[in-house]
Antibody, heavy 122, light 107 residues
Framework: QVQLQESGPGPVKPSETLSLTCSVS????????WSWIRQPAGKGLEWIGR???????NYNPSLKSRVTMSGDTSKNQFSLKLSSVTAADTAVYFC????????????????WGPGILVTVSS | DIQMTQSPSSLSASVGDGVTITCRAS??????LNWYQQKPGRAPQLLIY???SLQSGVPSRFSGSGSGTDFTLTISSLQPEDFATYYC?????????FGQGTKLDIK
């Protein structure tokens, strides 16, 4: 059974960088694409971007200038960094496994982590 | 970006009822359409992918149909555990986008 778990250092101050890690168990991250999605409280879902462990990334243009994703196959983890955060970046952040991917897109996300609440506040 | 519009935004129904949720894309997405169920405080769970394929482990009372711009999710006989929020998602092109959600609650 594939399991994902988000982790991070806690609250982030405005203008700082949000850093999250997704730890994967039950499968190797080398075989798949992996996405980050976020959800502000009481609102809908926003796709942040995805990474393949070759280093290939695809970011949402609305966040592209502030997003960096990376993978660590030795730890079976992948990470998200979002710079220059504001209160608008306060959300629950999910990581997810993508399936049936081409170089252009993936069909769907089948396994998700439980999510982690990140609060941006001074 | 491709805009996804769900209707209705909210829906009240009783256990045993059949319900249908619709999702419309702002341009043709072939069958690159997925449906997720989300319960409060939980991650979304994949129900249907590629418009009509049932994800493994999902009860057969859930079904999806459509292609192009118009899609539907049907729940044939509501069970207590089905009361949740449902999201459609297009994966035809990036950025991947979601509908605004349909909240299904108990009448």
């Amino acid at each position: 059974q594939v399991q994902l778990q988000e982790s991070g250092p806690g609250p982030v101050k405005p203008s700082e960088t949000l850093s999250l890690t997704c730890s994967v168990s039950g499968d190797s991250i080398s075989n798949y694409y992996w996405s980050w999605i976020r959800q502000p409280a009481g609102k809908g879902l926003e796709w942040i971007g995805r990474i393949y462990t070759s280093g290939t990334t695809n970011y949402n243009p609305s966040l592209k200038s502030r997003v960096t994703m990376s993978g660590d196959t030795s730890k079976n983890q992948f990470s998200l960094k979002l710079s220059s955060v504001t209160a608008a970046d306060t959300a629950v952040y999910f990581c997810a496994r993508d399936r049936y991917c081409t170089s252009a897109t993936c069909s769907h996300s089948d396994y998700w982590g439980p999510g982690i609440l990140v609060t941006v506040s001074s | 970006d491709i805009q996804m519009t769900q209707s209705p935004s909210s829906l009240s129904a009783s256990v045993g009822d059949g319900v249908t949720i619709t999702c419309r894309a702002s341009q043709s997405i072939n069958t690159y359409l997925n449906w997720y169920q989300q319960k409060p405080g939980r991650a979304p769970q994949l129900l249907i992918y590629a418009a009509s394929s049932l994800q493994s482990g999902v009860p057969s009372r859930f079904s999806g149909s459509g292609s192009g711009t118009d899609f539907t999710l049907t729940i044939s006989s509501l069970q207590p555990e089905d009361f949740a929020t449902y999201y459609c998602q297009q994966s035809y092109s990036t950025p991947v986008t979601f509908g605004q959600g349909t909240k299904l609650d108990i009448k």
